[in-house]
């Protein structure tokens, strides 16, 4: 069991359809959602964040850091 976990919560991502941790069965499962759900944020959100994956303790976590 791995998980995707969004370390934090900036306005965009409140206001989007993503769950803040979501479960997979296999690591790879949740690297591919993290990095999909990365694409995405990074392309469509208000571009004042820059998020990246990242694993840590068997999970994947999205990091946020300011863009710019």
Do not use: P, W
């Amino acid at each position: 069991m791995a998980a995707v976990i969004v370390e934090r919560a900036c306005g965009c991502f409140r206001n989007s359809d993503f769950e803040q941790e979501t479960n997979f069965d296999t690591i790879d499962e949740a690297l591919q959602k993290a990095d999909e759900m990365c694409i995405i944020m990074n392309e469509d959100f208000c571009h004042k964040h820059k998020f990246k994956t990242e694993y840590v303790d068997g999970n994947v976590m999205i990091k946020m850091v300011m863009n710019g």
